[in-house]
């Protein structure tokens, strides 16, 4: 990716292009949770805050202004494919602003437009896409040491509590100050308290106004009976290892609810690289603090669904994606891994296929980002391939090269 990056921005506009034909040949179907999170956007956008309502809205928040426009009952649905059509090019800003390099911004930009529960749920209401465009920006900013990196941050936090995971990063970015004493802490962290106080905020204004905290869409479930047992915690544990190192998996606590989405949102050999890199990160990683971040989030952002009561693919992106930023710099070392990691990614296409297929009228055209892909892989390789027998004679020698 030495070349002109012009042709990483034509990539990118590629694969943004593939998804909005997607999107647009398939058929949306409200389901769910997204007849909560309509009601809550038009009761706030009439002028109405009611926290009563059964959801995290802090991406519906943001939504209101698009209902005012259209007056649409598919208002969360569609700011929700929107989202999902900006994560491809919100991936490969992100990539830059961790690596500043056009190779490793392409390479993540390609693993999560490789990604289709985390864009097409937006199908049926499920707030992924919203909610990812939100903690892409936040890493976005944070890396570029921006102190506006508290509000997407903050609703994010009031979208999925899950996105507590990034505090480590946002401790680790935080903006260099010029101030000394005490005040220096100040000057770079006051970021971070104006991020928690928007969560903080919400709830006890939720407290007033309902009497309880809601725990999301989930009416059964309160501040204190979404917590687990000792024997659960256990379960959870280690069903969360089975999820992350399966391309599918059978729900073991509670087999009657298997089903063909229960799968790794991405590939088990990018959880793999991210180990790996974790246990010489010496070798993979210019900073040690990168590596450290990484772990920390994925422990928190994982380790709080181990905790609740059941484990959920979705609930456990936040820290899926720290795993993800983590294997990106142990892949560029171990290129010939980057073909098996590809194909492992197309399991997701597969089975969001038979789960959804029906449901939303996928046809061909939702293929379409995967063949993109594919394609481009195979030109890159084909217009790389004296270094592509240097990769393979190193490696022959047990050595690596860097492509």
Not at 177 to 200: G, N, T
Not at 287 to 297: N, S
Request: overall charge positive.
């Amino acid at each position: 990716m030495k070349r002109s990056p012009l042709l990483a921005w034509l990539y990118v506009g590629f694969l943004t292009l593939s998804l909005s034909l997607s999107f647009f040949m398939a058929t949306p179907s409200p389901q769910d949770d997204h007849f909560h999170y309509q009601k809550f956007i038009e009761t706030l956008a009439h002028g109405h805050l009611d926290l009563s309502i059964p959801g995290f809205h802090g991406m519906n928040m943001l939504a209101v202004p698009w209902f005012w426009i259209t007056q649409s009952p598919m208002t969360q649905i569609h700011v929700q494919i929107f989202s999902a059509i900006l994560l491809p090019l919100l991936a490969f800003l992100m990539g830059r602003a961790l690596w500043r390099s056009d190779w490793h911004a392409v390479v993540l930009s390609s693993v999560m437009a490789m990604m289709p529960f985390f864009m097409f749920g937006s199908l049926r209401g499920w707030m992924v896409s919203t909610y990812f465009v939100l903690i892409f920006l936040t890493i976005i900013l944070a890396a570029r040491r921006s102190r506006w990196s508290w509000l997407p941050w903050g609703f994010a936090m009031i979208s999925l509590p899950f996105a507590v995971a990034l505090l480590p990063l946002m401790m680790a970015y935080a903006p260099a100050s010029k101030k000394r004493d005490v005040w220096k802490y100040v000057d770079r962290y006051w970021h971070l308290a104006a991020a928690l106080a928007i969560p903080f905020v919400y709830v006890v204004a939720q407290k007033i106004q309902v009497g309880h905290v809601v725990i999301g869409a989930h009416q059964d479930f309160s501040a204190t009976n979404v917590w687990v047992g000792p024997e659960r915690l256990f379960l959870n544990a280690a069903h969360g290892v089975q999820m992350l190192l399966s391309v599918h998996n059978f729900y073991f606590p509670n087999p009657a609810i298997t089903g063909q989405g229960n799968m790794m949102h991405t590939s088990p050999l990018l959880i793999v690289l991210a180990l790996v890199g974790f246990m010489s990160w010496k070798t993979f990683y210019e900073h040690r603090i990168f590596p450290l971040v990484c772990l920390l989030g994925a422990v928190i952002g994982i380790g709080l669904n181990v905790m609740i009561d059941h484990m959920d693919h979705f609930y456990m992106d936040t820290g899926v994606l720290m795993l993800v930023l983590a294997s990106i710099p142990v892949l560029k070392r171990l290129p010939l891994m980057i073909p098996l990691v590809l194909g492992t990614l197309h399991f997701q296409w597969f089975y969001f296929y038979l789960a959804f297929g029906e449901v939303f009228k996928l046809g061909g055209w939702f293929f379409l980002t995967p063949i993109v892909v594919d394609a481009c892989f195979l030109l890159y390789c084909f217009a790389n391939i004296p270094m592509l027998k240097a990769i393979t004679r190193e490696w022959m020698r047990g050595s690596t090269l860097q492509p």
